[in-house]
Structure formats: C-alpha cells, structure tokens
C-alpha cells in the first residue's frame, strides 16, 4: 500500500504529459530526459560515485572490523567512536564539515599557517573526494556491526584447526574469514550501494542545489525537476534510478545465489 501503490503513481505519472491532463506519451518522456545534458552528467556521476564509494566502504569496514576482533587497546572505545556518525543528525554533521571544508574553513587555515596555498575544496574536482569522506565517515560504523556480526559467527574451531595446520594469516582469511562471511558481505554491498544513491542530503547541505559537476547527482537533478514542477522529468529520472538499484541488485541475489551452491558442493 505505501510502497508499490505510489510507485505505480510514479510510472504511470512518466508516461504522461502532466498530472491534470493525463495525455500518453509512451516513452517520449524518457527520451526527453536521455537528450537532457543535465540528467546525462548526474546519472553518470552517480554511477561513479557508488562504484568508487561501494568498494571502498566495503574495505574500509571490513578492515576496520578484522581490527577491532583482535586483542588491541581501547576497542570498546573504538567501536563507540565508528558508531557515533549512525546516531549524530546528518545537518549537525555538515555544519562540521562545512566549518573543516569552506574556504575560510579550518583546513585553508591550516594550510595558510603553514605556508600552503589554500584549497577550494567545494567549487573544484576536490568536491568529490569531500563527498566521498563525508559518505565513508557516516556509513562505515554501520557495515562495521554487521561485519562484527558475521565474524563472531564463523566457528571459532575452523581457527583453531588453521592455526594448529600452521596457516599463515592470508590463508586463514582467505580460506575461513571469506567465505564465511559471504552472506553478510552481501548484505553489506546491497545495503551500501542503496546507500551511495542518498548521499544527496550530504551533497545538498554542504554545496547547495547546484554543486560543483563532479557531485552533482540524480537526487540534485530530481530535486530541481520538483521545484520546477517539471513532473515529466521527475518521475522518468525516479523509475531509471529504481530500474538501476533493481537490476544491480537482482545481479548480486545471483552471484550470492551461485557463491553459496558453490560453496555448499
């Protein structure tokens, strides 16, 4: 009822010239939006964006949680440090990272104190990098628990009988931690990927609705479209990014689906 319903209402609105008239269009809305530069420029960069920032968050987390499983110093504290982001409201966070990343922010101070010359950080190629620490720092304590999760379930016997074989630790990892955590790695990827798709709230608050090219994304281009009324648009760009996420993720059901055949043979 509040899922398929509206998104309904979304199709059927991007087949048709406008919501008071109701004139069939078929495809021509879509096709109006593909010959659009802007919306051209924002899908491409979200497809960069999450296949740079998937990845690397993915990394990021698992390193972080192979880490914090071990015996080192001031884990628990540790772990509290990468959950804070998760409950932290996201506009108090970007006062923070305005207040780092402006021009006359902490960073080119620090950078004019030490005889640096200061960056622009928001109005140049630079944006993406901040974008992409802003999306690393917010969702990497979230993957990090999950990560946790799926390691406290691998038997810890399987480490024992590696150990006492005289495995190293490239093949215990390679051998024991991988596989073990294929389900929750692929949770992970499907969770992170929705999530490079919704770093517009970040993008928007720190940059404004028209950022700088390389952080301009489908949610900026969508956000545009609704405040100009253009309903055509809008809705068109809403089902290509559904169809995008849909497929991306029907792919990775069927590598997981295959991985644990493979597995269980």
């Given amino acids: 009822m509040f899922f398929i319903i509206p998104f309904g209402a979304v199709v059927y609105y991007s087949l048709i010239d406008n919501p008071v008239n109701g004139n069939f269009l078929g495809l021509n809305n879509y096709q109006a939006l593909w010959a659009s530069g ?27 949680a192979l880490l914090l499983k071990g015996e080192i110093p001031f884990r628990g504290p540790l772990r509290t440090m990468f959950l804070l982001p ?18 006359n922010g902490a960073i080119n101070g620090v950078f004019l104190k030490w005889g640096l010359i200061p960056v622009d950080w928001m109005n140049t190629s630079w944006a993406f990098a901040v974008m992409l620490a ?10 990090l628990i999950i990560f946790l999760a799926g390691l406290s379930n691998i038997p810890t016997e399987q480490y024992e009988s590696a150990s006492i074989d005289g495995a190293g630790n490239f093949r215990t990892f390679l051998h024991i931690t991988w596989p073990g955590l294929a389900p929750t790695s692929f949770f992970v990827i499907v969770i992170s990927i929705v999530q490079s798709f919704k770093v517009f709230r970040e993008a928007y608050l720190v940059a404004g609705a028209y950022p700088h090219d390389s952080i301009y994304t489908l949610q900026h281009f969508m956000n545009n479209m609704f405040q100009s009324l253009d309903y055509p648009k809008l809705t068109a760009a809403a089902v290509l990014l559904s169809l995008v996420i849909g497929v991306t993720v029907y792919f990775l059901f069927r590598a997981e689906r295959r991985s644990r055949e493979a597995l269980d043979q």
Avoid at 47 to 62: C, E, I, Q, T
């Fill in 38 to 64: 802007s919306f051209r420029k924002a899908f491409v960069n979200s497809l960069v964006f999450a296949g740079v920032s998937v990845p690397l968050l993915f990394a990021v987390s698992l390193g972080l």
């Fill in 86 to 103: 998760l409950v932290v409201p996201v506009a108090s966070v970007i006062l923070v990272w305005q207040t780092l990343f402006q021009w």
């Fill in 134 to 143: 802003a999306f690393l720092w917010k969702n990497a304590g979230y993957n």
